[in-house]
């Protein structure tokens, strides 16, 4: 069973579109934060389909861009070459090549230069909150001038 992605207003309702006959339906979804992320829909039409909700607060773009990344704190944990998968205005998801030490809760801080017009360099700093294997999906924990270039680029 193919599984749509469904984005979560921050009113918690979402838009959800039947693949078979592209009926259309406004709901609350209220009820699955926190909670399951993963439901099954039955249209009038009698399809059934999964949607999975996302509840992010930001849009989360797709894209691949290189970077490097520095362990912060503690210090000294070290560092290297990074390929970014996704980002959005609260933080973003890499790949690293090979083993690294990394645990949820470190800092660590990011550079990158986005693939916009002005060719921009960004520095953030950030919190690591998810690892599996080697994808790393951290939050941004500075709030700076760049912010504006970075929502400028989010909405290509």
Do not use: W
Not at 26 to 49: D, E
Not at 56 to 67: E, N, V
Not at 98 to 111: F, N, S, V, W, Y
């Amino acid at each position: 069973m193919n599984s749509i992605r469904i984005f979560v207003r921050p009113d918690n309702t979402a838009t959800i579109i039947c693949p078979a006959c592209n009926a259309v339906t406004q709901t609350s979804v209220a009820r699955y934060r926190n909670k399951k992320h993963a439901i099954k829909i039955r249209c009038k039409c009698n399809t059934v389909f999964k949607v999975e909700l996302d509840f992010r607060r930001h849009y989360r773009m797709q894209i691949s861009l290189p970077g490097t990344y520095r362990v912060i704190d503690p210090p000294g944990g070290g560092g290297g070459v990074i390929h970014i998968k996704n980002i959005s205005r609260n933080g973003l998801g890499f790949t690293v090549s090979g083993i690294h030490h990394m645990k949820p809760g470190q800092t660590i801080r990011l550079e990158f230069i986005l693939n916009d017009n002005n060719q921009t360099k960004l520095i953030k700093e950030a919190e690591i909150r998810l690892i599996e294997k080697n994808y790393i999906g951290c939050r941004f924990l500075d709030e700076d001038h760049l912010e504006k270039a970075l929502g400028f680029y989010l909405r290509r």
